[in-house]
């Protein structure tokens, strides 16, 4: 019998905070039967992508959507498509026209990137919040935001920034991707009948006591909607004209996309760690190997 050796990265137990290399997560290799049988096929990855969504899946404990890692069980994951989750969300949830203000969180990243460059193009005023000054800067001068702060740096508070950069007109879309004190400052500013669309809230997903938002009443008395959603809620439909639209503005240079690439399988553990700490710059992926 052949045998070829894999590597794979391997829960080890669940984390409290955040999943450190070692103790949560390892690096294991593993020897598997690579004689294929009729009609099989043995593929090799050559990258792989790193997705906020996988730290739920490490909780111990079953996940509202999902199926939940188990102590020495290899790391597997789905395919979470950041574009097709910022195109799907903003479009058919949002339904943002010209002239209106959105504010984002989580700006700079995978899904927060794309949701500004479309809200650019269907005529928004765009908002960006991000945690370091690089970020900010790539905001305002490459993605051309209209004004980006950096939330770890605020003069006095995240709320007195973010109402001083709405200005008078305020916002009217909120595009949510981290929860906490961000959320509880975008629905002090928001305007009446604003919609806050809830992608995630990575604020809390390594906290043990998650932020309790205390002005959620005023939901109601601004008359908001809160959308939220899993990106496999979107039709074939919107997936189709997702794939056609996008990526001709990538081609034509029309949307840039910005990717942060770790080299090496065995430095997924940290990578992942990163991701979570906000170290990234863009969409984190890992390359394991060469074409
Ligand atoms: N609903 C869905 O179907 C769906 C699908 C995909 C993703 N999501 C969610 O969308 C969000 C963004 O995902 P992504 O893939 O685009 O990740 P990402 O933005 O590329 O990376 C995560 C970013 O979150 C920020 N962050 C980390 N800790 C934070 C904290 N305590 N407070 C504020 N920001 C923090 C960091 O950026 P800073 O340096 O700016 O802090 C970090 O770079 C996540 O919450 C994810 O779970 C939801």
């Given amino acids: 019998m052949v045998k070829a050796n894999n590597r794979a990265i391997v829960f080890l ?31 090799r990855n050559l990258a792989l992508s790193l997705d906020p969504y996988l730290r739920g899946r490490m909780s111990g404990q079953k996940a509202d959507y999902l199926t939940w890692f188990k102590p020495g069980q290899t790391i597997d994951s789905y395919v979470v498509g950041e574009g097709f989750t910022a195109y799907g969300s903003l479009l058919e949830l949002g339904q943002p026209k010209a002239g209106e203000t959105i504010f984002i969180s989580a700006a700079s990243g995978a899904v927060g990137q794309l ?22 800067q790539y905001l305002l001068n490459e993605l051309k935001f209209d004004a980006a702060f950096n939330y770890k740096k605020v ?5 007195e920034t973010l109402r001083e950069l709405a200005g008078p007109k305020g916002f009217d879309i909120y595009y949510d991707n981290v929860g906490g004190e961000t959320l509880e400052a975008a629905i002090e500013v928001i305007n009446k009948h604003g919609r806050i669309i809830a992608c995630g809230h990575i604020s809390d997903y390594n906290s043990t006591q998650p932020y309790a938002v205390k002005n959620l009443y005023k939901i ?16 074939t439909e919107v997936r189709v004209r997702f794939e056609k639209e996008v990526t001709q503005w990538l ?19 940290e990578a992942f760690l990163g991701l979570l700490q906000g170290k990234n710059f863009g969409k984190a992926v890992v390359k394991i190997a060469d074409l």
């Fill in 251 to 269: 081609l034509n240079g029309e949307i840039i996309y910005k990717e942060h690439v770790t080299v090496g399988l065995e430095n997924t553990p």
């Fill in 115 to 136: 949701v500004g460059q479309i809200a650019r193009r269907f005529g928004l005023r765009v908002i960006g919040s991000a945690g370091s000054d690089d970020k900010v």
């Fill in 155 to 159: 003069n006095k508070s995240i709320l």
């Fill in 220 to 235: 109601i008395v601004k008359s908001l909607k809160v959308l939220g959603f899993m990106v496999y809620d979107f039709s």
């Fill in 13 to 43: 137990k669940p984390p409290t905070e955040f999943p450190l290399p070692g103790k949560h997560l390892g690096i294991e290799s593993q020897e598997v039967d690579d004689k294929l049988k009729e009609n099989e096929v043995l593929t």
